[in-house]
């Protein structure tokens, strides 16, 4: 499976995972997890699923070492971030170490996708790829 598939499976994962949890929220009508949800359905959805989308388009640039440690990096440190930002959210800061470490490692590795892309996407890879008979 290419790295651009797991990526958009994933990010399917955490689609459901960011309306299940608004559903909730609303249902119960206790919102305090709502930085969390927005967290979930951008950094998780809606940016893995545009990862993933071009790691399809542009197969070689999803088969560098940077788009293993990038995909590696993100999907290591979302869910810690995700985890930590709920008990802050929720008043319990025995977890702020999360808070501390795992956002950075995720700008790191959305660092290394963006050096990927200025270095492996070019417009020639694209045409290519529709100019296929």
Known sequence: MTLGIRFL???ALYFL???GMGLTMEIIQDHRLSGAHAH???????SMAIFGVIYVLFPKAGETVLAKLHFWLYNISLPLFMLGLCFVLLGNTSLMFLLMVFPNILVLSVLLFVINIFANVKAENLSQLFNKG
């Open 9 to 11: 499976k994933l990010a």
């Open 40 to 46: 979930i359905n951008l950094v998780g959805w809606a």
């Open 17 to 19: 995972v960011g309306v």
